[in-house]
Nanobody, 126 residues
Framework: VQLQASGGGLVQGGGSLRLSCAASGLSLSRYVMGWFRQAPGKEREFVTA????????SYADSVKGRFTISRDNAKNTVYLQMNSLKPEDTAVYYCAADGSSWLESSRQGVRSYDYWGQGTLVTVSS
């Protein structure tokens, strides 16, 4: 089982990036998917999550209106579109898979997730 996050990089403030999370060894359609991030010296924090069908989403207040999570179950891939990036968005971004249902999932909690990707670094310059 592997989750491969990609798409990170260096971007100027106000710019955009699109992260991808591709899975192998598991069918993402069976999982609630989340994105978390961890800045240097800080704890890993919830960014966003999406239900198995894609019909429900949840966002941290800090990214609402700027970030959009989506999924393509046919491609076994989840995406995170990040717009209007700010220097405080600088972090390693991780995708994760939670085998619970949307209602059961404590989707903002790290411990709710069963599988994690390796992370991709996003650096936003001021």
């Amino acid at each position: 089982v592997q989750l491969q996050a990609s798409g990170g990089g260096l971007v100027q403030g106000g710019g955009s990036l699109r992260l991808s999370c591709a899975a192998s060894g598991l069918s993402l359609s069976r999982y609630v998917m989340g994105w978390f991030r961890q800045a240097p010296g800080k704890e890993r924090e919830f960014v966003t999550a999406i239900s198995r069908s894609g019909g429900s989403t949840s966002y941290a207040d800090s990214v609402k209106g700027r970030f959009t999570i989506s999924r393509d179950n046919a491609k076994n891939t989840v995406y995170l579109q990040m717009n209007s990036l700010k220097p405080e968005d600088t972090a390693v971004y991780y995708c994760a898979a939670d085998g619970s249902s949307w209602l059961e999932s404590s989707r903002q909690g790290v411990r709710s997730y069963d599988y994690w990707g390796q992370g991709t670094l996003v650096t936003v310059s001021s």
